[in-house]
C-alpha cells in the first residue's frame, strides 16, 4: 500500500510457524507440504492455462536481448529456484529404501520443475515484454497487465503459498544437517539432541527457525536470495569435488547409486557453481571465508570420522 516497513512481521510468524509444526515431527510437516504443493501447482496450472490465450509472439523478439551476459547474470539469481533438492538427501536416514527412493526424488524432481519452470516463464514473458515483469511478483503482475485483476489475485496468493512451501523444505533440511554435523563432532554435541517424544532434532529445529526468522525480519529479500545463492553455490561445487575424491580414495565403499560419467561431470558441475558465482555480488564471498575458518579452526579437529569413530546419537525418526 506504499507505506515503508521497517519490521516484516507476516515473514516472521509464517517462519515461527512453520518452527513450530517442524518441531511436532515429519508426518505433520509433509502433510502440510503436499497441501501447499498442490495449491501451488493448480495455481500455476490456472496461470498457464489463462496466459496462453493472451500470448503475444512479439514479446519473444529478441529472443535474448542481453546476450550471454545477461542469461549467465540471470541464471545466478534464478539458481535460487532449484535450492531445496539437496534437503532431500537429509531425509535419508528417515526415508524408506533410500537407495532407490532418493536418486528417484532428487532426479525426477529436478525434471519436473524444470519442465513447470520453463513453461511458466515462457508464458509469463508472452503475455507482456519482459521488461514489464520487474516486480515482486511478476506472474501476477503480468495478469493485472493482461486485465485479469481475479486471476492476479489467486496467482498472488499462489506465491504466498509457495514461499510458505520452500521455507518449510529448507527449515525441514537445514536442523538435520545441523545435526549429522553436530553427531560427527563437526558442532557442539548439544545439537545432536533428539526429542524423546517427537523424535525430531528440536534443538537445532528452534535454533534454525531463530536465525530464519531473524533474517526475514530484518533483512532484504534481494541480499537474501544473493546470500543464500552463493553459499549453496558453494556447497554444490564441493560436493561435485568431494564425490570425485572419494570415488578414487575409497573406491571400495558400497555406492547403491552411482554418479555416471566421473570425473566429467564431477568437473563439469563444480566449473559451472564457480562461474554462475561471478554472477553475484561478490562481497557475500566474506561468509563463506568466516565458514570455512570456522570449519578448519574448530570443527575439523573435532572430527568424529575424520579420526575413524562412528557417530554416537540416533537418528531421528521416520
Given at each position: 500500500f506504499g507505506v515503508p516497513i521497517l519490521l516484516n512481521l507476516p515473514a516472521f510468524a509464517i517462519v515461527m510457524a512453520i518452527t513450530c509444526l517442524l518441531y511436532i515431527g515429519v508426518r505433520e510437516s509433509a502433510r502440510a507440504n503436499n497441501i501447499m504443493v498442490l495449491v501451488k501447482l493448480l495455481v500455476l496450472g490456472m496461470f498457464v492455462i489463462i496466459g496462453l490465450f493472451h500470448i503475444n509472439p512479439a514479446n519473444y523478439k529478441p529472443f535474448a536481448p542481453n546476450g550471454w551476459a545477461g542469461i549467465h547474470q540471470g541464471a545466478a539469481i534464478v539458481f535460487f529456484a532449484y535450492i531445496g533438492f539437496d534437503a532431500i538427501s537429509t531425509a535419508a536416514e528417515e526415508t524408506k529404501n533410500p537407495q532407490r527412493n532418493m536418486p528417484i526424488g532428487i532426479l525426477g524432481g529436478l525434471a519436473i520443475c524444470t519442465l513447470i519452470y520453463v513453461i511458466v516463464g515462457a508464458v509469463?514473458?508472452?503475455?507482456?515484454?519482459?521488461?514489464?515483469?520487474?516486480?515482486?511478483?511478476?506472474?501476477?503482475?503480468?495478469?493485472?497487465?493482461?486485465?485479469?485483476?481475479?486471476?492476479?489475485?489467486?496467482?498472488?496468493?499462489?506465491?504466498?503459498?509457495?514461499?510458505?512451501?520452500?521455507?518449510?523444505?529448507?527449515?525441514?533440511?537445514?536442523?538435520?544437517?545441523?545435526?549429522?554435523?553436530?553427531?560427527?563432532?563437526?558442532?557442539?554435541?548439544?545439537?545432536?539432541?533428539?526429542?524423546?517424544?517427537?523424535?525430531?532434532?528440536?534443538?537445532?529445529?528452534?535454533?534454525?527457525?531463530?536465525?530464519?526468522?531473524?533474517?526475514?525480519?530484518?533483512?532484504?529479500?534481494?541480499?537474501?536470495?544473493?546470500?543464500?545463492?552463493?553459499?549453496?553455490?558453494?556447497?554444490?561445487?564441493?560436493?561435485?569435488?568431494?564425490?570425485?575424491?572419494?570415488?578414487?580414495?575409497?573406491?571400495?565403499?558400497?555406492?547403491?547409486?552411482?554418479v555416471p560419467a566421473l570425473p566429467l561431470v564431477a568437473i563439469a558441475g563444480a566449473a559451472a557453481c564457480l562461474y554462475t558465482m561471478k554472477g553475484l555480488r561478490q562481497r557475500f564471498a566474506v561468509w563463506l571465508i568466516i565458514g570455512l575458518a570456522i570449519y578448519f579452526l574448530y570443527s575439523f579437529r573435532h572430527s568424529t570420522l575424520r579420526r575413524g569413530a562412528p557417530p554416537q546419537p540416533a537418528a531421528p525418526d521416520h
Open positions: 509469463a514473458t508472452g503475455i507482456v515484454p519482459f521488461m514489464q515483469l520487474k516486480a515482486a511478483d511478476p506472474l501476477s503482475r503480468a495478469l493485472q497487465l493482461a486485465k485479469l485483476p481475479a486471476a492476479s489475485w489467486i496467482v498472488a496468493f499462489g506465491a504466498v503459498v509457495s514461499l510458505t512451501a520452500v521455507l518449510l523444505v529448507f527449515q525441514y533440511g537445514q536442523p538435520r544437517i545441523f545435526f549429522a554435523m553436530a553427531r560427527d563432532g563437526l558442532l557442539p554435541q548439544w545439537a545432536a539432541k533428539v526429542h524423546p517424544r517427537f523424535r525430531t532434532p528440536h534443538v537445532t529445529t528452534v535454533v534454525t527457525g531463530l536465525f530464519v526468522g531473524a533474517g526475514a525480519l530484518y533483512f532484504d529479500e534481494n541480499e537474501i536470495y544473493d546470500l543464500t545463492n552463493i553459499g549453496t553455490l558453494a556447497a554444490f561445487a564441493i560436493v561435485c569435488v568431494g564425490v570425485l575424491v572419494l570415488r578414487y580414495s575409497d573406491p571400495e565403499r558400497p555406492r547403491p547409486f552411482r
